[in-house]
């Protein structure tokens, strides 16, 4: 399916209208899929539906295809974001058409007469098109995943054991219930864990980082690292819905777990990144993909590559991997350095052990420029992970220093994509 000239016209001619009324088309959007298909409960997520995150993020994407609908590869990082979480929560074709049918009826609904037969017809072919991007996306994903690791649909897992790793952080080491050996991964990836939710009578699902590095020639268990967020247990609209509910679980429980997937990730492999510095960021539980990458760095069959650890956190209590992070530093001296900044500090904490900054939030311009963030470098790579202001701070203050746009990769833990500054 193509786009005739006027269609791109017309799409294009949309995009302030879209601006402003975009997440109006998003609420009432998802409002009537949902209402009249309520099997999608199971798909969509609950809470960043009663929150607004999810009508938000569909009105920017809609805005930004109108905006390059005649330049689709400057989206192309966002199809790809979007596309590793549709094979995560196992999206199929059939149901591009059920949505394309309810947006094209909310845009009608939202704008009435302004949305000219024109206009109607432009953007059910614009979807289209978008809708086949998609799908042929997902598809060599799906078909990969099935051929090279023999993985399709949901499996289950058993909670094998829960490790404390701080305060309110837990790892969850989760085992196949066939017993089957399971695939690799890039470091930095992640998983979709689906659980069936009682108070809602709904199947919800949500992504996790893996927090281990990767081992060629097949795992025998996962390990993602979650944090327990203060809300209620079971109650949509509650920030940490099944975080919390999977730290209610106990060892032996079963859950379901997708195909591991993601765009932000290392592949300690790659032999042209031999000898380019690596400078992971962090704070909080945004630690868990860069651990896996740290990890990942160290072991002795890869490429070696400089290595630089900074995480930032309210206390050590809530620091996670503090001592696995201290016994990687010390067994790979010459290859990895780490700065910790520490908001609040016990009387038990020591300077240079557990923390290298106190009382305060991370600040870069208290490193060294050249040692510890590498920017005499040019090729140096950087991975940040964080809530979105902090990601978006980081990288503007790397930005200043010199560092390339391009070399700076951000993740997000939440629906959407991060903003532009």
Not at 139 to 147: A, I, Q, S
Not at 248 to 270: C, K, L, R, T
Request: hydrophobic share 40%; proline share 5%.
């Amino acid at each position: 399916m193509t786009l005739t000239d006027a269609q791109i016209s017309i799409v294009k001619s949309t995009a302030p209208v879209l601006k402003q009324h975009g997440e109006a088309i998003a609420t009432v959007f998802y409002h009537n899929l949902i209402t009249e298909n309520p099997s999608l409960k199971n798909i969509f997520s609950l809470t960043s539906q009663s929150t607004g995150a999810q009508p938000r993020a569909l009105a920017h994407a809609v805005l930004a295809y109108a905006t390059y609908i005649d330049n689709l590869a400057a989206l192309s990082h966002a199809v790809a974001r979007i596309a590793h979480k549709h094979v995560s929560l196992q999206v199929e074709p059939a149901q591009y058409a059920i949505v394309g049918q309810y947006l094209i009826q909310a845009i009608g609904q939202v704008l009435g007469d302004a949305a000219t037969p024109d206009i109607v017809d432009a953007w059910t072919a614009a979807y289209g098109v978008l809708a086949d991007v998609f799908i042929g996306t997902e598809g060599k994903m799906y078909e990969e995943n099935e051929k090279k690791d023999h993985w399709k649909g949901w499996r289950k897992f058993r909670i094998a054991r829960k490790v404390e790793e701080s305060q309110n952080i837990s790892s969850f080491y989760l085992k196949p219930v066939d017993g089957e050996t399971l695939p690799t991964y890039l470091p930095g990836q992640y998983v979709s864990v689906q659980v069936l939710v009682p108070k809602l009578g709904h199947l919800q699902s949500r992504q996790y980082s893996l927090s281990e590095a990767p081992r060629q020639g097949g795992m025998e268990e996962y390990r993602i690292s979650v944090k327990r967020e203060e809300g209620a247990e079971g109650e949509a609209g509650v920030p940490g819905l099944i975080s919390n509910f999977l730290h209610g679980m106990q060892e032996g429980g079963e859950v379901e777990v997708s195909h591991p997937q993601g765009e932000f990730y290392v592949d300690p492999a790659d032999a042209s990144k031999e000898g380019v510095p690596v400078v992971l960021i962090s704070v909080g539980v945004g630690a868990t993909p860069l651990m896996a990458i740290l990890k990942s760095l160290v072991q002795g069959d890869v490429k070696r590559r400089p290595v630089s650890w900074i995480h930032a956190s309210r206390s050590s209590s809530t620091q996670p991997f503090g001592e696995e992070v201290r016994r990687i530093v010390k067994e790979n001296p010459e290859q990895v350095s780490a700065h910790v900044f520490l908001k609040t500090v016990a009387g038990t904490d020591q300077a240079g052990v557990h923390y290298d900054f106190a009382d305060t939030r991370m600040d870069l311009s208290k490193l060294d420029g050249a040692r510890d963030l590498h920017l005499a470098d040019k090729r140096t790579d950087y991975y940040i992970c964080g809530p979105e202001t902090f990601m978006v701070e980081i990288r503007k203050v790397l930005v200043g220093l010199g560092v390339e746009r391009s070399k700076v990769h951000l993740e997000l833990f939440a629906t959407g994509d991060v903003a532009d500054e």
